[in-house]
């Protein structure tokens, strides 16, 4: 059974900074690309970053510069560090399989960056 666990998202001032964590379980995460997703009120879901289990990286236009995917094959867990945070990132934040996500999705962690 597929388990993905998002965390470390809050509320943070503009120009802040967060950490998201996201453990993943029942895949053989260390043969997956991943991404970080997020969906805002309103808007459809899109994904910002993805990695490739070989440490190929993208960004969407809109937090080149800013964020940094990272992960960590032994604790299959892939990270977002977030930088310079708009008001604009405030969403849910998701992490899933790149290019195809899984067709069920965790939580998510709610990012909310006041101005």
């Known amino acids: 059974q597929v388990q993905l666990v998002e965390s470390g998202g809050g509320l943070v001032q503009a120009g802040g900074s967060l950490r998201l964590s996201c453990a993943a379980s029942?895949?053989?995460?260390?043969?997956?690309?991943m991404g970080w997703y997020r969906q805002a009120p309103g808007k459809q879901r899109e994904l910002v970053a993805s990695m490739t289990g070989g440490g190929s990286i993208n960004y969407a236009s809109s937090v080149k510069g800013r964020f940094t995917i990272s992960r960590d094959n032994a604790k299959n867990t892939v990270y977002l560090q977030m930088n310079s945070l708009k008001p604009e990132d405030t969403a849910v934040y998701y992490c899933?399989?790149?290019?195809?996500?899984?067709?069920?999705w965790g939580q998510g962690t709610q990012v909310t960056v006041s101005s």
């Open positions: 899933n399989k790149v290019p195809v996500p899984l067709g069920s």
């Open positions: 029942g895949i053989i995460f260390s043969l997956n690309s």
